[in-house]
T-cell receptor
């Protein structure tokens, strides 16, 4: 399934499905992007990052795609598991010298067994 | 050996009171941040300190006063608490420059009654 991160929408998938979470960023000068996972009662946890000179980066079960032309970022999670249930945020670095990470609105992912 | 630790985890207080939240990181980072997460899960940067010096202040009311006694600590003091201050406050640390992720604490849930 797919979702766009506005007003904390919810993406519901079945265990084993692939999930796609989308994010639109606002600043064309942003040069670094991060996906974070936030579980209930915890802080955001780093998942994967990508620099603006790349358009794809893969990790373990996760892939981030960056389309600078339309200022769009996506997180693909393969074989989604119940433990992947959380709120996912994209963040962009508006690099004005010192790092300043600006977060998107987040998407809640619910994985049912 | 928590990397970024905040205390307290929960804070309930009445309007008009003054309260502090403490944050410590053992990652050796030079830069620390405070973020505020509202009821809709939106994460907004408040402050950033680099080597004890303020480098980012995102138009936060001056009732909020961060203090950094050394680069491993960034405390947040809030005067004259208001209902709208109720939120979850996250401390984070990072390298400050270059493209690298921030590491977050598990948050302090502040409830003002």
């Amino acid at each position: 399934g797919e979702s766009v991160g506005l007003h904390l929408p919810t993406l519901s998938v079945q265990e084993g499905d692939n999930s796609i979470i989308n994010c639109a960023y606002s600043n064309s000068a942003s040069d670094y992007f991060i996906w974070y996972k936030q579980e209930s009662g915890k802080g955001p946890q780093f998942i994967i990052d990508i620099r603006s000179n790349m358009d794809k980066r893969q990790g373990q079960r996760v892939t981030v795609l960056l389309n600078k032309t339309v200022k769009h970022l996506s997180l693909q999670i393969a074989a989604t598991q119940p433990g992947d249930s959380a709120v996912y945020f994209c963040a962009e670095n508006r690099n004005t010298g010192f790092q300043k990470l600006v977060f998107g609105t987040g998407t809640r992912l619910l994985v049912s067994p | 050996d928590t990397a970024v630790s905040q205390t307290p985890k929960y804070l309930v207080t009445q309007m008009g009171n003054d309260k502090s939240i403490k944050c410590e990181q053992n990652l050796g980072h030079d830069t620390m941040y405070w973020y505020k997460q509202d009821s809709k899960k939106f994460l907004k940067i408040m402050f950033s300190y680099n080597n004890k010096e303020l480098i980012i202040n995102e138009t936060v009311p001056n009732r909020f006063s961060p203090k950094s006694p050394d680069k491993a600590h960034l405390n947040l003091h809030i005067n004259s608490l208001e209902l709208g201050d109720s939120a979850v406050y996250f401390c984070a640390s990072g390298l400050g420059q270059g493209n690298s992720p921030l590491h977050f604490g598990n948050g302090t849930r502040l409830t003002v009654t």
